[in-house]
């Protein structure tokens, strides 16, 4: 077995079902299925495998994961999350017929903790640390907001608060230049697996391409390393992909989100 191959059977084995559902305030089952409600009325659909479905059984269980969303009607919004390695003949078809649409095809990175967990040069006043505090949180949320173009929200913030509160493994690490926030990003250690997860990478326009990003990383891989964590992981678009490619991460596979909206709610 290759060492992608390994990568990608631990994957499969750690990182899906249980790992994906900490924060659920209920998880169902339907056969592979694991039909999950997160709060805010959003709906989840994952799986380890589809059991060797055709394509008739997985249009019956789109069909009945939708059917079971639709009974509450605090659901919302519903997303399935596929791989691209999974066989699930003729998946795609019947999500879209069901009214899902899709969206954004992520590369799944893996690489081994010890490996990321490096010395990386950063430019010349630039400095790394772990926020502790309210205020810190709520300046490099603030960051964040400005560089995705989302409009500045303390609904952002107070997210990453309530996380904190309910996951205290959970780290944030950003990048100061000159008392500014100019990079950031989250470490997320996987409950009862090896794995951690590196979320939320962000820098600022014109302070990319310095390596500063590819530092945060190892900074991060530094603290899971110490903290006995073995691999790391991440769902990474194709501007970020190389960036963690640099810092020791493979490309195992490719995730895509399915999403379903219900007519005529407000989703804000």
Do not use: N
Not at 2 to 26: M, N
Not at 97 to 109: K, P
């Amino acid at each position: 077995m290759t060492d992608t191959a390994r990568l990608l059977a631990a994957y499969d084995e750690q990182l899906r079902t249980d790992a994906e559902t900490p924060s659920a305030l209920r998880v169902s089952r339907r056969g592979p299925l694991w039909l999950v409600t997160f709060a805010g009325g959003q709906g989840f659909v994952t799986y380890r495998d589809l059991g060797g479905a055709d394509a008739a059984d997985v249009r019956e269980l789109v069909a009945g994961a939708l059917d079971h969303f639709r009974a509450d009607d605090a659901i919302d919004r519903v997303e399935w999350k596929t791989r691209g390695h999974d066989h699930a003949p003729g998946l795609h078809d019947a999500l879209v017929d069901a009214g899902f649409l899709q969206d954004g095809t992520e590369s799944i990175m893996i690489g081994l903790t010890e490996a990321l967990a490096v010395d990386v040069p950063l430019p010349d006043g630039v400095t790394l640390r772990r926020l502790t505090t309210e205020a810190d949180v709520r300046a490099m949320q603030a960051m964040a907001d400005e560089v995705f173009g989302a409009p500045p929200s303390a609904g952002h913030a107070e997210a990453i608060l309530r996380r904190q509160a309910v996951d205290p493994g959970m780290e944030l690490w950003v990048a100061e230049a000159d008392g500014e926030i100019v990079s950031a990003g989250r470490l997320e250690p996987v409950a009862g697996t090896e794995f951690a997860g590196v979320w939320g990478g962000c820098t600022r326009p014109t302070w990319r391409g310095r390596g500063i990003y590819r530092a945060l990383t190892a900074a991060r891989a530094r603290s899971a390393l110490a903290a006995g964590t073995h691999m790391m992981h991440s769902d990474s678009t194709e501007f970020s992909r190389p960036i963690l490619e640099r810092s020791g991460m493979v490309k195992v596979s490719t995730t895509t989100p399915y999403c379903w909206r219900r007519p005529g709610a407000d989703l804000g």
